[in-house]
Protein backbone atom coordinates (compact mmCIF):
# COMPACT_ATOMS: atom_id res chain seq x y z
CA UNK A 1 0.00 0.00 0.00
CA UNK A 2 2.67 2.87 1.15
CA UNK A 3 4.97 1.21 -1.76
CA UNK A 4 1.98 2.01 -4.29
CA UNK A 5 1.29 5.44 -2.64
CA UNK A 6 5.46 6.65 -3.02
CA UNK A 7 5.52 5.38 -6.44
CA UNK A 8 2.00 7.16 -7.67
CA UNK A 9 3.09 10.68 -6.05
CA UNK A 10 6.01 11.32 -8.87
CA UNK A 11 3.40 10.85 -11.58
CA UNK A 12 1.24 13.16 -9.45
CA UNK A 13 4.22 15.95 -9.49
CA UNK A 14 4.41 15.56 -13.09
CA UNK A 15 0.63 15.89 -14.00
CA UNK A 16 0.61 19.02 -11.77
CA UNK A 17 3.87 20.53 -13.12
CA UNK A 18 2.76 20.12 -16.70
CA UNK A 19 -0.53 21.61 -16.25
CA UNK A 20 0.61 24.33 -14.40
CA UNK A 21 3.51 24.69 -17.37
CA UNK A 22 0.23 24.46 -19.81
CA UNK A 23 -1.80 27.67 -18.62
CA UNK A 24 -1.67 30.25 -21.22
CA UNK A 25 -2.62 33.80 -19.88
CA UNK A 26 -5.67 35.07 -21.44
CA UNK A 27 -4.27 37.53 -23.85
CA UNK A 28 -6.20 40.90 -24.87
CA UNK A 29 -7.09 41.03 -28.67
CA UNK A 30 -8.41 44.15 -30.73
CA UNK A 31 -11.82 42.88 -29.73
CA UNK A 32 -11.52 42.73 -26.13
CA UNK A 33 -11.00 46.41 -26.66
CA UNK A 34 -12.88 47.68 -29.32
CA UNK A 35 -15.63 49.33 -27.51
CA UNK A 36 -13.11 51.65 -26.28
CA UNK A 37 -12.32 53.27 -29.29
CA UNK A 38 -12.83 56.69 -29.00
CA UNK A 39 -12.76 57.10 -25.43
CA UNK A 40 -10.54 59.86 -24.04
CA UNK A 41 -9.47 61.29 -20.59
CA UNK A 42 -12.45 61.46 -18.02
CA UNK A 43 -14.48 58.68 -19.49
CA UNK A 44 -15.53 55.64 -16.92
CA UNK A 45 -16.00 52.81 -18.98
CA UNK A 46 -16.40 48.81 -18.81
CA UNK A 47 -12.82 47.41 -19.66
CA UNK A 48 -10.64 50.28 -19.02
CA UNK A 49 -9.02 48.64 -15.60
CA UNK A 50 -7.87 45.60 -18.00
CA UNK A 51 -6.37 47.93 -20.53
CA UNK A 52 -4.66 50.22 -18.24
CA UNK A 53 -3.26 46.80 -17.08
CA UNK A 54 -2.44 45.88 -20.85
CA UNK A 55 -0.63 49.32 -21.34
CA UNK A 56 1.62 48.71 -18.19
CA UNK A 57 2.40 45.30 -20.05
CA UNK A 58 3.52 47.44 -23.31
CA UNK A 59 5.97 49.64 -20.59
CA UNK A 60 3.96 52.38 -20.45
CA UNK A 61 1.76 53.63 -17.40
CA UNK A 62 4.39 52.14 -15.35
CA UNK A 63 6.73 54.84 -13.24
CA UNK A 64 3.76 57.38 -12.12
CA UNK A 65 0.82 54.74 -11.60
CA UNK A 66 2.15 53.64 -8.22
CA UNK A 67 0.61 54.66 -5.34
CA UNK A 68 -1.06 56.98 -7.51
CA UNK A 69 -4.90 58.84 -7.27
CA UNK A 70 -6.64 56.12 -10.03
CA UNK A 71 -4.61 53.48 -10.71
CA UNK A 72 -7.23 49.78 -10.68
CA UNK A 73 -10.12 51.93 -11.42
CA UNK A 74 -12.47 51.82 -14.60
CA UNK A 75 -11.85 55.55 -14.95
CA UNK A 76 -9.69 56.72 -18.28
CA UNK A 77 -7.25 59.00 -16.36
CA UNK A 78 -4.56 61.62 -17.05
CA UNK A 79 -2.06 58.94 -16.38
CA UNK A 80 -3.27 56.45 -18.86
CA UNK A 81 -3.83 59.51 -21.90
CA UNK A 82 -0.24 60.30 -21.20
CA UNK A 83 0.80 56.62 -21.50
CA UNK A 84 -1.36 56.36 -25.14
CA UNK A 85 0.25 59.65 -26.08
CA UNK A 86 3.33 58.29 -25.25
CA UNK A 87 2.80 54.89 -27.45
CA UNK A 88 1.24 56.99 -30.51
CA UNK A 89 4.55 59.24 -30.52
CA UNK A 90 6.55 56.05 -30.22
CA UNK A 91 4.75 54.54 -33.11
CA UNK A 92 4.51 57.98 -35.23
CA UNK A 93 0.42 57.91 -34.68
CA UNK A 94 -1.56 60.84 -34.19
CA UNK A 95 -0.42 61.87 -30.44
CA UNK A 96 -4.05 63.06 -29.28
CA UNK A 97 -4.17 60.87 -25.72
CA UNK A 98 -7.26 59.33 -26.75
CA UNK A 99 -7.39 55.28 -28.41
CA UNK A 100 -8.44 55.95 -31.33
CA UNK A 101 -8.87 52.15 -34.35
CA UNK A 102 -5.41 53.12 -35.57
CA UNK A 103 -3.65 52.91 -32.20
CA UNK A 104 -5.77 49.72 -30.87
CA UNK A 105 -4.64 48.13 -34.11
CA UNK A 106 -0.91 48.68 -33.47
CA UNK A 107 -0.73 47.99 -29.78
CA UNK A 108 -2.13 44.55 -30.25
CA UNK A 109 -0.07 43.48 -33.48
CA UNK A 110 2.47 40.41 -32.35
CA UNK A 111 5.37 41.46 -30.94
CA UNK A 112 8.29 41.26 -28.52
CA UNK A 113 7.77 40.90 -24.88
CA UNK A 114 9.52 43.25 -23.68
CA UNK A 115 8.25 46.22 -22.47
CA UNK A 116 9.41 49.53 -24.66
CA UNK A 117 11.08 52.12 -23.04
CA UNK A 118 9.00 55.09 -22.82
CA UNK A 119 11.28 57.25 -25.00
CA UNK A 120 8.81 60.15 -24.95
CA UNK A 121 9.31 61.14 -20.90
CA UNK A 122 12.77 58.89 -20.51
CA UNK A 123 15.42 61.30 -20.09
CA UNK A 124 18.04 58.32 -18.42
CA UNK A 125 18.27 56.87 -22.65
CA UNK A 126 20.20 59.58 -23.74
CA UNK A 127 23.28 59.55 -22.02
CA UNK A 128 25.47 57.59 -24.38
CA UNK A 129 26.48 59.15 -27.70
CA UNK A 130 23.65 59.04 -30.44
CA UNK A 131 23.89 59.15 -34.24
CA UNK A 132 21.11 62.37 -35.44
CA UNK A 133 18.68 60.17 -36.58
CA UNK A 134 19.04 57.34 -34.47
CA UNK A 135 16.00 55.47 -32.72
CA UNK A 136 17.82 52.93 -31.32
CA UNK A 137 17.71 52.83 -27.10
CA UNK A 138 19.05 50.88 -24.46
CA UNK A 139 18.03 49.35 -21.47
CA UNK A 140 17.84 51.81 -18.59
CA UNK A 141 21.54 51.90 -16.82
CA UNK A 142 22.80 50.91 -20.11
CA UNK A 143 23.14 47.58 -19.44
CA UNK A 144 25.96 45.88 -21.55
CA UNK A 145 28.68 42.89 -21.17
CA UNK A 146 31.70 43.32 -19.22
CA UNK A 147 34.28 44.83 -21.86
CA UNK A 148 36.41 41.90 -21.53
CA UNK A 149 33.54 39.59 -22.27
CA UNK A 150 33.61 39.29 -26.24
CA UNK A 151 32.80 35.80 -26.48
CA UNK A 152 29.78 34.58 -25.26
CA UNK A 153 28.51 30.43 -25.35
CA UNK A 154 24.83 29.46 -26.07
CA UNK A 155 22.74 26.17 -25.77
CA UNK A 156 19.02 24.97 -26.06
CA UNK A 157 17.24 24.20 -23.10
CA UNK A 158 13.31 23.50 -23.30
CA UNK A 159 10.47 22.89 -21.52
CA UNK A 160 8.26 21.55 -24.36
CA UNK A 161 9.06 19.75 -27.92
CA UNK A 162 10.58 22.24 -29.92
CA UNK A 163 9.16 23.50 -32.99
CA UNK A 164 11.30 23.08 -36.07
CA UNK A 165 13.77 20.87 -34.00
CA UNK A 166 16.25 20.28 -37.20
CA UNK A 167 16.33 23.46 -37.90
CA UNK A 168 17.13 25.68 -34.63
CA UNK A 169 20.50 24.87 -34.39
CA UNK A 170 20.89 26.84 -37.94
CA UNK A 171 18.46 29.35 -37.35
CA UNK A 172 20.40 30.27 -34.59
CA UNK A 173 23.53 30.04 -35.72
CA UNK A 174 22.72 32.77 -38.57
CA UNK A 175 21.12 34.66 -36.33
CA UNK A 176 23.90 35.17 -34.11
CA UNK A 177 26.11 35.20 -37.08
CA UNK A 178 24.62 38.52 -37.86
CA UNK A 179 25.21 40.41 -34.86
CA UNK A 180 29.27 38.89 -34.86
CA UNK A 181 29.97 40.29 -38.13
CA UNK A 182 29.58 43.84 -36.79
CA UNK A 183 30.35 43.81 -33.54
CA UNK A 184 33.42 42.27 -31.16
CA UNK A 185 31.48 39.58 -30.23
CA UNK A 186 31.83 35.76 -31.28
CA UNK A 187 29.32 33.22 -30.44
CA UNK A 188 29.77 29.18 -30.09
CA UNK A 189 27.45 26.61 -29.36
CA UNK A 190 28.30 24.25 -26.24
CA UNK A 191 26.38 21.16 -25.23
CA UNK A 192 23.55 21.48 -23.20
CA UNK A 193 25.31 19.79 -19.98
CA UNK A 194 27.94 22.44 -19.97
CA UNK A 195 26.95 26.10 -18.41
CA UNK A 196 26.62 28.48 -21.09
CA UNK A 197 26.31 32.56 -21.08
CA UNK A 198 22.78 32.33 -23.33
CA UNK A 199 20.58 29.50 -22.70
CA UNK A 200 17.32 29.60 -25.84
CA UNK A 201 14.80 27.27 -25.58
CA UNK A 202 11.08 26.58 -26.46
CA UNK A 203 7.90 27.50 -23.64
CA UNK A 204 4.06 27.74 -23.41
CA UNK A 205 2.40 29.60 -20.89
CA UNK A 206 3.92 30.22 -17.84
CA UNK A 207 7.22 28.74 -17.72
CA UNK A 208 8.83 29.89 -14.12
CA UNK A 209 9.85 33.25 -14.98
CA UNK A 210 7.02 35.64 -13.98
CA UNK A 211 6.64 36.26 -18.01
CA UNK A 212 4.01 33.52 -19.03
CA UNK A 213 3.39 33.32 -22.70
CA UNK A 214 -0.11 33.61 -24.41
CA UNK A 215 -0.98 31.29 -26.90
CA UNK A 216 -0.50 31.95 -30.38
CA UNK A 217 0.06 35.66 -31.66
CA UNK A 218 0.68 38.14 -29.20
CA UNK A 219 3.93 38.03 -27.53
CA UNK A 220 6.05 35.90 -29.84
CA UNK A 221 9.37 35.53 -27.57
CA UNK A 222 11.54 37.72 -24.79
CA UNK A 223 15.22 37.54 -23.90
CA UNK A 224 16.57 39.09 -20.75
CA UNK A 225 19.17 42.16 -21.01
CA UNK A 226 22.86 41.75 -19.97
CA UNK A 227 23.83 39.63 -18.46
CA UNK A 228 20.96 37.38 -18.16
CA UNK A 229 21.46 35.26 -21.01
CA UNK A 230 17.81 33.89 -21.27
CA UNK A 231 16.04 33.68 -25.00
CA UNK A 232 12.61 32.14 -24.66
CA UNK A 233 10.47 31.63 -27.72
CA UNK A 234 6.74 30.97 -27.28
CA UNK A 235 5.78 27.41 -28.71
CA UNK A 236 2.38 27.93 -29.30
CA UNK A 237 3.42 30.70 -32.22
CA UNK A 238 3.34 29.25 -35.90
CA UNK A 239 7.00 29.32 -36.50
CA UNK A 240 8.28 29.21 -39.48
CA UNK A 241 12.02 29.19 -41.19
CA UNK A 242 9.95 30.30 -44.49
CA UNK A 243 6.95 31.83 -43.32
CA UNK A 244 3.42 31.89 -44.89
CA UNK A 245 1.09 34.09 -44.60
CA UNK A 246 0.50 33.03 -40.87
CA UNK A 247 3.51 32.13 -39.55
CA UNK A 248 6.19 33.90 -38.20
CA UNK A 249 9.68 33.83 -39.31
CA UNK A 250 11.81 32.17 -36.63
CA UNK A 251 15.18 33.34 -37.64
CA UNK A 252 13.63 37.59 -37.37
CA UNK A 253 12.64 37.11 -34.20
CA UNK A 254 16.33 35.26 -33.40
CA UNK A 255 18.27 38.19 -34.46
CA UNK A 256 16.00 40.66 -32.78
CA UNK A 257 15.97 38.63 -29.31
CA UNK A 258 19.73 38.38 -29.69
CA UNK A 259 19.86 42.14 -29.67
CA UNK A 260 17.89 41.93 -27.00
CA UNK A 261 20.88 39.83 -25.10
CA UNK A 262 23.60 42.03 -25.86
CA UNK A 263 21.74 45.29 -24.75
CA UNK A 264 19.52 46.60 -26.78
CA UNK A 265 15.86 47.70 -26.59
CA UNK A 266 13.10 48.45 -28.87
CA UNK A 267 13.64 50.78 -31.46
CA UNK A 268 11.00 53.40 -33.24
CA UNK A 269 12.43 52.82 -36.76
CA UNK A 270 10.21 50.64 -38.33
CA UNK A 271 12.65 49.18 -40.30
CA UNK A 272 15.50 48.05 -37.74
CA UNK A 273 15.22 44.73 -36.66
CA UNK A 274 14.94 45.86 -33.09
CA UNK A 275 11.43 47.08 -33.79
CA UNK A 276 9.14 45.68 -31.15
CA UNK A 277 6.68 44.38 -33.69
CA UNK A 278 6.83 41.44 -36.14
CA UNK A 279 3.78 40.56 -38.85
CA UNK A 280 2.95 37.15 -39.94
CA UNK A 281 4.65 36.24 -43.03
CA UNK A 282 7.01 38.63 -43.08
CA UNK A 283 10.89 38.52 -42.79
CA UNK A 284 12.87 41.10 -41.28
CA UNK A 285 16.44 38.78 -40.64
CA UNK A 286 19.29 41.89 -41.63
CA UNK A 287 20.26 44.06 -39.11
CA UNK A 288 19.64 47.07 -40.20
CA UNK A 289 21.61 50.68 -40.06
CA UNK A 290 19.87 51.80 -36.99
CA UNK A 291 20.85 48.21 -35.10
CA UNK A 292 24.54 48.34 -36.36
CA UNK A 293 24.62 51.99 -35.35
CA UNK A 294 23.07 50.96 -31.61
CA UNK A 295 25.38 48.09 -31.11
CA UNK A 296 28.62 50.07 -31.90
CA UNK A 297 27.29 53.01 -29.70
CA UNK A 298 26.76 50.64 -26.77
CA UNK A 299 30.34 48.50 -26.95
CA UNK A 300 32.19 51.20 -29.57
CA UNK A 301 33.39 49.86 -32.99
CA UNK A 302 34.70 46.46 -33.95
C1 LIG B 1 -4.36 62.23 -37.72
O1 LIG B 1 -5.31 63.23 -37.48
C2 LIG B 1 -5.69 63.95 -38.66
C3 LIG B 1 -6.57 65.12 -38.24
O2 LIG B 1 -7.39 64.75 -37.18
C4 LIG B 1 -6.38 63.00 -39.62
O3 LIG B 1 -6.77 63.66 -40.78
C5 LIG B 1 -5.41 61.87 -39.97
O4 LIG B 1 -6.06 60.92 -40.77
C6 LIG B 1 -4.92 61.19 -38.71
N1 LIG B 1 -3.86 60.26 -39.06
C7 LIG B 1 -3.82 59.01 -38.60
C8 LIG B 1 -2.65 58.18 -39.03
O5 LIG B 1 -4.68 58.54 -37.86
C1 LIG C 1 28.98 37.49 -42.03
O1 LIG C 1 30.11 37.98 -42.74
C2 LIG C 1 30.71 37.01 -43.58
C3 LIG C 1 32.01 37.61 -44.13
O2 LIG C 1 31.77 38.88 -44.68
C4 LIG C 1 29.72 36.63 -44.69
O3 LIG C 1 30.28 35.66 -45.54
C5 LIG C 1 28.47 36.07 -44.03
O4 LIG C 1 27.49 35.81 -45.02
C6 LIG C 1 27.91 37.04 -43.02
N1 LIG C 1 26.84 36.36 -42.31
C7 LIG C 1 25.59 36.78 -42.31
C8 LIG C 1 24.60 35.91 -41.64
O5 LIG C 1 25.24 37.82 -42.84
C1 LIG D 1 -1.34 28.85 -37.92
O1 LIG D 1 -1.24 28.33 -39.23
C2 LIG D 1 -2.43 27.71 -39.68
C3 LIG D 1 -2.18 27.10 -41.04
O2 LIG D 1 -1.15 27.77 -41.72
C4 LIG D 1 -3.58 28.73 -39.73
O3 LIG D 1 -4.76 28.13 -40.11
C5 LIG D 1 -3.74 29.35 -38.34
O4 LIG D 1 -4.71 30.39 -38.38
C6 LIG D 1 -2.43 29.92 -37.88
N1 LIG D 1 -2.58 30.45 -36.52
C7 LIG D 1 -2.28 31.70 -36.21
C8 LIG D 1 -2.49 32.08 -34.79
O5 LIG D 1 -1.86 32.50 -37.00
ZN1 LIG E 1 12.03 42.90 -28.20
ZN1 LIG F 1 10.48 33.34 -20.41
Redesign the pocket.
Known amino acids: MASQTSSAMPLLFLLLHMVVLRTVESKPTAETFRHLVGCRRGRIVEGVNEFKQFVKKLGYLSHRNGGGKHGEDNEFDEDLESAIRAYQANY???A?GSL?A?TLKQMTKPRCGIADVMVHGNKNSKSIYRFGTARYEFFLGNLKWPLSKTHLTYNFRSSVDVPLDEDIRSVCFRAFERWANVSRFTFEEVSEDYFADIEIGFHSGDHGDGNPFDGPQGTLAHASPPTGGKLHYDADENWSTDPGPDEIDLESVTVHEIGHLLGLQHSMAPDAVMYAYFDSGVTKRRLNRDDVHGIRALYGLL
Do not use: V
Open positions: QLNTDA
